[in-house]
């Protein structure tokens, strides 16, 4: 008896050991893929790149560059939030893998890694460092560079610089935007960074547990014919006009493409005054909105206003992706919007309030990061991380009428 009492207690210390490692342990939330566990080879780069900087590549696609230094991707690097939030979660090498992908925008060179899950490089000092390049981010040639040649959608074997055609620009894409969550310590979908995987591919459910990029069918994405919206234009100023596309890649952070990826709709419930319902639907994106980080959400909220438009009650609702971080990773729930599918949400009123109503609002604001992570990470932002896509007034009549 007290062989097997010594046996059991030995057996939950080591499981409360095991427990308290897992809640402080560092947090590898995603697999390492081959597609991004090396920043992009440049040392084969025609020499038509020059410096590889941007502004190099917009002396003669000029239009391209100007709609690129107003992209998220300009900013990929030095964004203040991505800045706080890296550090936050530990500077993982990794991170520049997407956010900076040259090896020339690194400090180290990646020379092999420590453990197989590759979250532990061996580094080295970076003599080609080069630290203007750093803060462009997602450049020109992060995209259009692999393997000393220069990839775009028309092949050329022009005097200016030959380009490799590629069949679909999502093969771009999905090198950073198709991250992959199969470990024996995960039990969600997909984790942050994955849009892709939220992308349907014929039926009901979404993508799961992507480890390979070589699983996807670029062409049935959609990730350039929405983000990179067509144009016909020149590539270069004096020349032919053929079909490009615009790099702008407008997302969440674009009030008006926000807008246009949902549809909204409120009404009184069977003519009382005291049930209202809100109905918001994806109409616009192939993934569920809000992507990206989970602390990404929507807010509805329905409130009563009095005959002077002051404040009587209010309701909410928040649509987010709910995860458990520790000491393994579980999705909890999802509220967010798959493509397609109407949510709707009701509202009832009652009391005090209910018998001052004149007005009855709708608002919907779209939120980029929680209040509680912002105070987490010490990060005060100089701009609004939510804002306002929808609202609608119902007028109630005079409550005194009745």
């Given at each position: 008896?007290?062989?097997?009492?010594?046996?059991?207690g030995?057996g939950?210390?080591?499981?409360?050991?095991f427990?308290?490692?897992?809640?402080?342990?560092?947090?590898?939330?995603?697999?390492?893929?081959?597609?991004?566990?090396?920043?992009?080879?440049?040392?084969?780069?025609?020499?038509?790149?020059?410096?590889?900087?941007?502004?190099?590549?917009?002396?003669?696609?000029?239009?391209?560059?100007?709609?690129w230094?107003?992209?998220?991707?300009?900013?990929?690097?030095?964004?203040?939030?991505?800045?706080?939030?890296?550090?936050?979660?530990?500077?993982?090498?990794?991170?520049?893998?997407?956010?900076?992908?040259?090896?020339?925008?690194?400090?180290?060179?990646?020379?092999g890694?420590?453990?197989?899950?590759?979250w532990?490089?061996?580094?080295?000092?970076?003599?080609?460092?080069?630290?203007?390049?750093?803060?462009?981010?997602?450049?020109?040639?992060?995209?259009?560079?692999?393997?000393?040649?220069?990839?775009g959608?028309?092949?050329?074997?022009?005097?200016?610089?030959?380009?490799?055609?590629?069949?679909?620009?999502?093969?771009?894409?999905?090198?950073?935007?198709?991250?992959?969550?199969?470990?024996?310590?995960?039990?969600?979908?997909?984790?942050?960074?994955?849009?892709?995987?939220?992308?349907?591919?014929?039926?009901?459910?979404?993508?799961?547990?992507?480890?390979?990029?070589?699983?996807?069918?670029?062409?049935?994405?959609?990730?350039?014919?929405?983000?990179?919206?067509?144009?016909?234009?020149?590539?270069?100023?004096?020349?032919?006009?053929?079909?490009?596309?615009?790099?702008?890649?407008?997302?969440?952070?674009?009030?008006?493409?926000?807008?246009?990826?949902?549809?909204?709709g409120?009404?009184?419930?069977?003519?009382?005054?005291?049930?209202?319902?809100?109905?918001?639907?994806?109409?616009g994106?192939?993934?569920?909105?809000?992507?990206?980080?989970?602390?990404?959400?929507?807010?509805?909220?329905?409130?009563?206003?009095?005959?002077?438009?002051?404040?009587?009650?209010?309701?909410?609702?928040?649509?987010?992706?709910?995860?458990?971080?520790?000491?393994?990773?579980?999705?909890?729930?999802?509220?967010?919007?798959?493509?397609g599918?109407?949510?709707?949400?009701?509202?009832?009123?009652?009391?005090?309030?209910?018998?001052?109503?004149?007005?009855?609002?709708?608002?919907?604001?779209?939120?980029?990061?929680?209040?509680?992570?912002?105070?987490?990470?010490?990060?005060?932002?100089?701009?609004?991380?939510?804002?306002?896509?929808?609202?609608?007034?119902?007028?109630?009549?005079?409550?005194?009428?009745?």
């Amino acid at each position: 008896m007290k062989r097997k009492t010594l046996i059991l207690g030995v057996g939950l210390l080591a499981l409360a050991a095991f427990l308290g490692w897992r809640f402080v342990r560092p947090l590898n939330i995603f697999v390492v893929a081959p597609a991004f566990e090396r920043p992009v080879d440049t040392s084969a780069a025609p020499a038509v790149l020059g410096d590889l900087k941007a502004e190099t590549c917009g002396e003669c696609h000029a239009a391209f560059y100007e709609e690129w230094r107003t992209s998220m991707h300009s900013q990929a690097w030095t964004d203040p939030y991505f800045q706080a939030d890296w550090q936050f979660d530990g500077s993982q090498q990794v991170c520049k893998n997407c956010h900076t992908p040259l090896d020339r925008q690194q400090e180290h060179r990646v020379l092999g890694f420590r453990d197989d899950e590759k979250w532990d490089p061996i580094l080295a000092p970076n003599p080609d460092f080069d630290p203007g390049l750093q803060h462009q981010g997602v450049t020109c040639a992060a995209c259009h560079l692999r393997e000393g040649r220069i990839l775009g959608p028309y092949g050329s074997e022009s005097d200016a610089h030959p380009v490799r055609q590629i069949s679909s620009g999502n093969q771009v894409c999905i090198q950073c935007h198709l991250v992959g969550g199969e470990r024996w310590d995960t039990f969600f979908r997909f984790p942050p960074c994955g849009t892709v995987a939220e992308i349907r591919t014929g039926g009901d459910e979404p993508t799961t547990r992507i480890g390979d990029i070589q699983e996807v069918d670029p062409a049935t994405l959609g990730c350039v014919e929405c983000h990179m919206p067509a144009v016909e234009r020149p590539l270069v100023a004096g020349g032919e006009p053929r079909l490009t596309r615009q790099h702008l890649w407008r997302g969440g952070h674009d009030l008006e493409m926000v807008r246009k990826a949902v549809e909204i709709g409120f009404e009184r419930m069977s003519g009382k005054s005291d049930r209202y319902r809100l109905t918001i639907t994806n109409v616009g994106a192939a993934h569920y909105v809000p992507t990206g980080t989970p602390d990404r959400h929507f807010v509805l909220s329905v409130r009563l206003l009095d005959q002077d438009g002051a404040l009587l009650a209010e309701e909410e609702r928040v649509l987010k992706r709910t995860v458990m971080w520790r000491p393994f990773i579980v999705d909890l729930w999802d509220t967010r919007l798959p493509p397609g599918r109407p949510r709707s949400e009701e509202f009832k009123f009652s009391g005090a309030a209910l018998d001052r109503a004149w007005t009855a609002e709708a608002v919907v604001r779209y939120g980029l990061v929680e209040e509680a992570r912002l105070k987490r990470i010490g990060y005060q932002s100089e701009e609004p991380t939510t804002y306002e896509i929808y609202r609608k007034r119902l007028p109630l009549g005079d409550p005194r009428a009745g």
